[in-house]
């Protein structure tokens, strides 16, 4: 069973490398955001609470994504292992993870931060100009991930992998790979 996270600043390609590390891993890619983006497309009741946080950059409020999660994580698929993207983004709903996995007696193999620079990061979100991804949401996604995500390197040290985010997608997924070698 392969159990893992992917942390990094936005922009630092984590849905890119998770579809293609879910594709060699054969485990599902479960990203919060695609999730979210999802709901507020078909105007749900969750996708109506989740837009003006995603408009505006702010995290979602951790019970209605630790409820979604707990959610996906229970569905079929997700027994064979999963890569998480964008979830946990703070060391509450990393508390949550911990629960939720402890309920089924499994742990994560591992945590990996993929590392990139501010400015490539502000660089990569313009050219591609996702709703939230104006120059104000970017600095406030920015900040939160400073202020509330990045405690999570702390919070899973004995787990982390921190892998360099910069070169093409295929270098770097080779790269993550190399890293988990011994871990999943
Ligand atoms: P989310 O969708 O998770 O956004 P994010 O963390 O801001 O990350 P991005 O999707 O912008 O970037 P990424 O790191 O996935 O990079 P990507 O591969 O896309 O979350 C959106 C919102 O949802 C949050 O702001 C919040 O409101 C809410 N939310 C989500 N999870 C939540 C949670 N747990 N709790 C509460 N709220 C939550 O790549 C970015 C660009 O770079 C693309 O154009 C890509 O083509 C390009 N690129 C990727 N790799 C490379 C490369 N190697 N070289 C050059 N370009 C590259």
């Not at 159990?3 to 054969?26: D, F, I, M, N």
């Not at 479960?30 to 497309?41: K, M």
């Not at 050219?127 to 104000?136: I, Q």
């Not at 360099?164 to 993550?176: K, L, M, P």
């Amino acid at each position: 069973m392969t159990r893992l996270v992917l942390v990094g600043p936005p922009g630092a390609g984590k849905g890119t490398q998770a579809v293609a590390l879910s594709e060699k891993l054969r485990i599902p890619h479960i990203s919060t955001g695609d999730l979210f983006r999802a709901h507020v497309g078909e105007q749900t009741p969750l996708g109506q609470e989740a837009k003006r946080y995603l408009d505006s950059g702010e995290l979602v409020p951790d019970s209605v994504t630790n409820e979604m999660v707990r959610e996906r994580l229970a569905e079929p698929d997700a027994k064979v292992g999963f890569l998480l993207d964008g979830f946990p983004r703070n060391t509450k709903q990393a508390d949550v993870l911990g629960e939720i996995l402890g309920e089924v007696d499994t742990k994560l193999n591992a945590v990996i931060q993929l590392q990139v620079s501010e400015d490539v990061v502000v660089d990569r979100l313009l050219s591609r100009g996702r709703s939230d991804d104006t120059e104000e949401v970017i600095r406030r996604r920015q900040q939160i991930y400073v202020s509330e995500t990045a405690p999570l390197l702390e919070y899973y040290a004995d787990i982390l992998v921190t892998v360099d985010g910069v070169g093409t997608v295929d270098e770097i997924s080779a790269r993550v790979l190399e890293a988990l070698r011994d871990r999943t």
